[in-house]
């Protein structure tokens, strides 16, 4: 037996703070949790998170575009770094990893997108990192071989969103110019040239010229160059992606798992059309950078009406910012009642941990402890049911994935466990 003793506790299930408890672990389980007669530690114990939305958190090519992979060390890396965060268990959207073939103290669950319109796109886009195995495999391969869900479906890196951004248009400049421009400049560009929604008839000359000259790229680039580089990179795999999205809403309906989708400004109407027809839905990051504040909380008010899973994601909003500009559209659909789950993305190896956001939005005031933490555990683990079983609550009965951390600084993290091992 190992006793925790002392401590307040949030049990991811949205109910108040209890103060003051003893949580009995037997082996990898929770038995009871009970009033303390210890002296209180000032500390807080909440179920370990449950990310259902990472890249780079198994082998194998990265991203749904099929980038080369990452190395075995970086990602061993980014998992000691989401453990850190207090995240115990992961689902790995990159959609074409194979089965994992390392443990690694958290739990590491895949996503799929091995169905053939994502492998279209992502061939168009990149699939740099694709091998014949990969490509052969199905996602009913997948799905009987342990994946808990279908995505991410469509991707920033298929669907002309972050990952056009942050990767492929300044590495193509750069190639071009030898001038290294940020992902905000490249983002700057890209939507000069496709708007928020993509569409080559969005392009808009004297906002090309701005944003060049924003870029330091005046003189170096034309206008011409630049509608070439961004129409070249995004547009060719858009329309597949799109076409993707129902796609696998219709495999994600036939294997009965829920369909994880890339939410954004661009993908917007299909996404609806897809959550429509009634298919278990997480809509990722639906608090994405392309959205206009207004437009982000009526979708998800409509999405949410179809029975989705509206997801959050923290992006890059309060540490880097080299794509998102502030907290206001996570903060937005917080106030509005929408979210049901947070997640971090990627964001180009620059996330903010979960526990910073929840923290940020706590102190905000725009949503309660108890609840957040809920949409980071339990929320995730009853959205995913293959995901986290017995995990996401304290409870007695639960798998005893827990997180010690500073209730005045939640991702100041002291300790994590789990399955009652202290990691």
């Given at each position: 037996?190992?006793?925790?003793?002392g401590y307040d506790l949030?049990?991811?299930?949205?109910?108040?703070?209890q103060r003051g408890v003893?949580?009995?672990?037997?082996?990898?389980?929770?038995?009871?949790?009970?009033?303390?007669?210890?002296?209180?530690?000032?500390?807080?114990?909440?179920?370990?998170?449950?990310?259902?939305?990472?890249?780079?958190?198994?082998?194998?090519?990265?991203?749904?575009?099929?980038?080369?992979?990452?190395?075995?060390?970086?990602?061993?890396?980014?998992?000691?770094?989401?453990?850190?965060?207090?995240?115990?268990?992961?689902?790995?959207?990159?959609?074409?990893?194979?089965?994992?073939?390392?443990?690694?103290?958290?739990?590491?669950?895949?996503?799929?997108?091995?169905?053939?319109?994502?492998?279209?796109?992502?061939?168009?886009?990149?699939?740099?990192?694709?091998?014949?195995?990969?490509?052969?495999?199905?996602?009913?391969?997948?799905?009987?071989?342990?994946?808990?869900?279908?995505?991410?479906?469509?991707?920033?890196?298929?669907?002309?969103?972050?990952?056009?951004?942050?990767?492929?248009?300044?590495?193509?400049?750069?190639?071009?110019?030898?001038?290294?421009?940020?992902?905000?400049?490249?983002?700057?560009?890209?939507?000069?040239?496709?708007?928020?929604?993509?569409?080559?008839?969005?392009?808009?000359?004297?906002?090309?010229?701005?944003?060049?000259?924003?870029?330091?790229?005046?003189?170096?680039?034309?206008?011409?160059?630049?509608?070439?580089?961004?129409?070249?990179?995004?547009?060719?795999?858009?329309?597949?992606?799109?076409?993707?999205?129902?796609?696998?809403?219709?495999?994600?309906?036939?294997?009965?798992?829920?369909?994880?989708?890339?939410?954004?400004?661009?993908?917007?109407?299909?996404?609806?059309?897809?959550?429509?027809?009634?298919?278990?839905?997480?809509?990722?990051?639906?608090?994405?950078?392309?959205?206009?504040?207004?437009?982000?909380?009526?979708?998800?008010?409509?999405?949410?009406?179809?029975?989705?899973?509206?997801?959050?994601?923290?992006?890059?909003?309060?540490?880097?910012?080299?794509?998102?500009?502030?907290?206001?559209?996570?903060?937005?659909?917080?106030?509005?009642?929408?979210?049901?789950?947070?997640?971090?993305?990627?964001?180009?190896?620059?996330?903010?941990?979960?526990?910073?956001?929840?923290?940020?939005?706590?102190?905000?005031?725009?949503?309660?402890?108890?609840?957040?933490?809920?949409?980071?555990?339990?929320?995730?683990?009853?959205?995913?049911?293959?995901?986290?079983?017995?995990?996401?609550?304290?409870?007695?009965?639960?798998?005893?994935?827990?997180?010690?951390?500073?209730?005045?600084?939640?991702?100041?993290?002291?300790?994590?466990?789990?399955?009652?091992?202290?990691?």
């Open positions: 037996m190992n006793v925790l003793q949030i049990d991811g299930q949205g109910t108040p703070i003893d949580i009995v672990i037997d082996g990898d389980t929770i038995r009871e949790i009970r009033p303390t007669r210890a002296e209180p530690t000032g500390m807080l114990v909440i179920p370990g998170l449950i990310n259902n939305h990472t890249h780079g958190t198994a082998y194998g090519p990265l991203f749904p575009s099929g980038h080369e992979a990452l190395s075995r060390e970086q990602v061993r890396a980014n998992l000691d770094r989401h453990l850190r965060e207090g995240t115990t268990t992961v689902m790995c959207v990159d959609g074409f990893v194979l089965p994992p073939e390392e443990t690694h103290p958290i739990n590491v669950k895949l996503a799929s997108c091995n169905t053939p319109a994502c492998l279209e796109a992502a061939t168009v886009a990149d699939g740099g990192g694709l091998t014949e195995a990969n490509r052969a495999f199905t996602a009913q391969q997948a799905i009987e071989a342990g994946a808990v869900a279908l995505g991410e479906i469509g991707a920033g890196h298929t669907l002309g969103g972050g990952g056009a951004s942050y990767m492929y248009i300044p590495a193509e400049i750069e190639k071009r110019t030898g001038v290294t421009i940020t992902p905000r400049q490249a983002n700057a560009l890209k939507v000069a040239v496709l708007g928020r929604h993509i569409s080559a008839t969005a392009f808009d000359q004297a906002a090309v010229e701005q944003a060049l000259a924003g870029a330091g790229l005046v003189g170096k680039l034309e206008v011409k160059d630049v509608r070439e580089i961004v129409s070249n990179i995004v547009l060719p795999a858009f329309d597949i992606a799109l076409r993707g999205i129902a796609e696998a809403a219709d495999v994600a309906r036939q294997f009965d798992v829920p369909v994880l989708v890339h939410n954004a400004a661009a993908s917007m109407s299909k996404v609806a059309a897809a959550a429509a027809t009634g298919v278990r839905m997480i809509a990722g990051h639906s608090n994405h950078s392309s959205f206009e504040l207004r437009e982000a909380v009526q979708h998800a008010e409509r999405l949410k009406g179809m029975g989705a899973v509206i997801d959050v994601s923290t992006l890059d909003t309060f540490g880097a910012r080299r794509l998102t500009t502030g907290p206001e559209l996570l903060y937005a659909l917080f106030e509005a009642g929408l979210v049901d789950t947070i997640s971090t993305d990627y964001a180009g190896g620059h996330h903010d941990s979960i526990l910073l956001a929840i923290d940020q939005a706590t102190k905000a005031g725009v949503v309660s402890l108890p609840a957040a933490i809920a949409m980071a555990t339990a929320n995730v683990a009853d959205a995913i049911p293959g995901i986290a079983p017995r995990r996401g609550r304290v409870v007695p009965g639960a798998i005893a994935d827990l997180v010690v951390t500073d209730p005045a600084n939640l991702h100041n993290v002291r300790m994590v466990m789990v399955s009652g091992t202290v990691v």
